[in-house]
C-alpha cells in the first residue's frame, strides 16, 4: 500500500513564524502535491512537483514556497505566517501519467492554527 | 478554462437506498474522472476511475457513468449504509494533477 506520511495531524504557530509542513512518500512516485482545504472552497492546490528540484506553482501559491530535495520528501514552506493561512493541509502523490498513473495516494492532512 | 462543479447541498438517504451524486464539467471534455471519499478530517482516498469511452465502471455496490454528452459524471452507492456516510469528490485528470469539485456530502440514515 502506498503510505503518504504528514509529520504533523496538527500544529498550532503564531503570526509571522515560518513554519515547515513535511510530507514522505514510500512508493518512488514522481508527482507530489500541495493543497488546502477549506469549508465551502474544497481542495485548492497550492504547489506541485514532478521531479526532484522541480517545482510548479499551483492556483494559490501567494504566500508559500516548497522545496523537493530528495524524491519521496516534499515541504511546504510558510514564510510568515498569517491567520489567513489557517487551514487543513494537505499533501499527495502520484506516478507521472494519466488514468490509473494519476491516481492521487494523500495523507491524513495537518491542521494547522495561526493565532 | 477548465471547471467541475458537484452539488454543494448534502445528500440525505435512508439506509438501503441508492446514492446518487452528480459530477458536472464545462468547457473540455476530460479523458478520465477520478472519484475519492473524504472522512471528516482525513485525506481523500480514491474510489474509481473512469475513462471518457467507457459509459460505466463497477465496483461491488459502486457504480460510475460518464456522459460526454451531458458532460456529467454519475455515483451510484447501492444498499447505502451508514457507514457510507463522507463527503465525495469528483476530479478531473488533466494531466499531471488533478482539478477536484468541492465535494457532496452524503449522510446515510440507519
Known amino acids: 500500500d502506498v503510505k503518504v506520511t504528514q509529520s504533523s495531524r496538527y500544529l498550532v504557530k503564531r503570526t509571522g513564524e515560518k513554519v515547515f509542513l513535511e510530507c514522505v512518500q514510500d512508493m518512488d512516485h514522481e508527482n507530489m502535491f500541495w493543497y488546502r482545504q477549506d469549508p465551502g472552497l474544497g481542495l485548492r492546490l497550492i504547489y506541485f512537483?514532478?521531479?526532484?528540484?522541480?517545482?510548479e506553482k499551483g492556483d494559490i501559491p501567494e504566500g508559500y514556497s516548497v522545496s523537493r530535495e530528495k524524491k519521496e520528501r516534499f515541504s511546504l514552506i510558510l514564510e510568515s505566517a498569517s491567520t489567513n493561512q489557517t487551514s487543513m493541509y494537505l499533501c499527495?502523490?502520484?506516478?507521472?501519467?494519466?488514468?490509473?498513473?494519476?491516481?492521487?495516494?494523500f495523507g491524513a492532512g495537518t491542521r494547522l492554527s495561526v493565532l | 478554462s477548465q471547471k467541475i462543479e458537484q452539488n454543494s447541498e448534502a445528500l440525505n438517504i435512508q439506509e438501503g437506498k441508492t446514492a446518487t451524486l452528480t459530477c458536472n464539467y464545462t468547457?473540455?471534455?476530460?479523458?478520465?474522472l477520478q472519484w475519492y471519499r473524504q472522512d471528516p478530517g482525513r485525506g481523500p482516498v480514491f474510489l474509481l476511475l473512469i475513462r471518457e469511452n467507457e459509459k460505466e465502471k463497477r465496483k461491488e455496490r459502486l457504480k460510475v457513468t460518464f456522459d460526454t454528452t451531458l458532460k456529467q459524471s454519475l455515483f451510484h452507492i447501492t444498499a447505502s449504509q451508514p457507514a457510507d456516510s463522507a463527503t465525495y469528490l469528483c476530479a478531473w485528470d488533466s494531466s499531471y494533477k488533478l482539478i477536484f469539485g468541492s465535494g457532496t456530502r452524503l449522510l446515510v440514515r440507519p
Open positions: 512537483s514532478y521531479d526532484v528540484k522541480m517545482k
Open positions: 499527495a502523490s502520484s506516478l507521472s501519467g494519466q488514468g490509473a498513473r494519476n491516481i492521487q495516494y
Open positions: 468547457n473540455y471534455s476530460p479523458a478520465y
